[in-house]
C-alpha cells in the first residue's frame, strides 16, 4: 500500500518568465497556486491564456530590465 503525503497548495503572487524566439519576457504579479514542499507553480487555465495574449500580443511593457547573460559552459 502506497501512502501520499497531502500537498500544501498557497496561493501566491509569482514573477513568470519566458524565452521564445531569442527574447526572455518576465511578467511580475502572476497568480499562482505553490507547492509549499517543491515549490512547483501551478497556473490555471485563464492565467494561462492570459500570459499568452500579454507575449504573443506584444503589449507595451511597464518597463524594461537589463540582465546579465552567462554561460554555464565557460
Same mark, same amino acid.
Given at each position: 500500500?502506497?501512502?501520499?503525503?497531502?500537498?500544501?497548495?498557497?496561493?501566491?503572487?509569482?514573477?513568470?518568465?519566458?524565452?521564445?524566439?531569442?527574447?526572455?519576457?518576465?511578467? *511580475?504579479?502572476?497568480?499562482?497556486?505553490?507547492? *509549499?514542499?517543491?515549490? *512547483?507553480?501551478?497556473?490555471?487555465?485563464?492565467?494561462?491564456?492570459?500570459?499568452?495574449?500579454?507575449?504573443?500580443?506584444?503589449?507595451?511593457?511597464?518597463?524594461?530590465?537589463?540582465?546579465?547573460?552567462?554561460?554555464?559552459?565557460?
Amino acid at each position: 500500500m502506497m501512502s501520499y503525503e497531502q500537498e500544501t497548495l498557497v496561493e501566491k503572487q509569482v514573477t513568470y518568465t519566458l524565452q521564445l524566439n531569442g527574447q526572455v519576457f518576465v511578467i *511580475e504579479n502572476v497568480p499562482a497556486r505553490i507547492n *509549499e514542499e517543491t515549490g *512547483e507553480q501551478f497556473f490555471s487555465p485563464s492565467t494561462v491564456e492570459h500570459l499568452q495574449q500579454i507575449i504573443l500580443t506584444r503589449q507595451e511593457p511597464d518597463r524594461f530590465a537589463e540582465v546579465p547573460v552567462y554561460n554555464y559552459g565557460t
